[in-house]
């Protein structure tokens, strides 16, 4: 079965924005799909970053769907909250969660698309049955916690075989990658047939954020545009 091209996503992370403007910092990419929060709780990754309440307030303080990254322990009891105040997707991870297909109904019951997060070593072999609760799946390309790391191609296994059950019907998931993603690793990231690209300093970090998300976009879409007919 033939993968049906779809517009490239770009989620540019705020991790690498300025915390204490984080409305202008949104606002510096109105051609975002996705505004990607990393939520993390100094257990599950050793740094700490923000929560609830600054996602409720970034929710009220700009359109862009909010894609939240939870990097905390018992996802299952935090998790629909952020759902409820708005965001679009919201990801647990596969390790930390205790019953990740009821974090995936009780997010989905709270009005969120629901993702399920693997870390670069967790294998996908072991998730495929769960994903078919979810949504979204986030395969991890740098050890989560930081941003500005190296991305880590051996990763890409994941997303192939992950695209292959989505492109053959076996599974109904966006494919979305986050960690060390620029122009530099975008195309083999395309390639292997990612939907979703979370970038945090490449877009944060340039001159101007909302032409490197155009750039990412038009990097990612050229790299796929075999895919639809091969
Ligand atoms: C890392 C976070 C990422 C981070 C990506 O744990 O999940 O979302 O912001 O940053 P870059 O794109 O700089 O690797
Ligand atoms: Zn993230």
Known sequence: MRHVARAPMIAPSILSADFARLAEEADAVPGADWLHVDVMDGHFVPNLTLGLPVVEALERATSIPLDCHLMIN???????????????NVTVHAEAAHDPRGCARDIRAAGALAGLSVKPRTPLEDWIEVLRDYDTLLVMSVEPGFGGQSFMPEVLDKVRTARRLVDTGHLHVLV????????????????AGVDCFVAGSAVYG?????????????????ASAHLGTG
Request: zero cysteines; proline letters at 6%; a negative charge.
């Open 74 to 88: 018992d996802p299952d009891r935090w998790a629909p909250g952020y759902a409820e105040v708005g965001s679009r």
């Open 176 to 191: 979305e990658i986050d960690g060390g993603i620029s122009r530099d690793t975008v195309e083999q990231a395309a390639e």
């Open 206 to 222: 340039a001159d101007d954020p909302e032409r490197a998300v155009e750039a990412l976009r038009d990097q990612a879409a050229r």
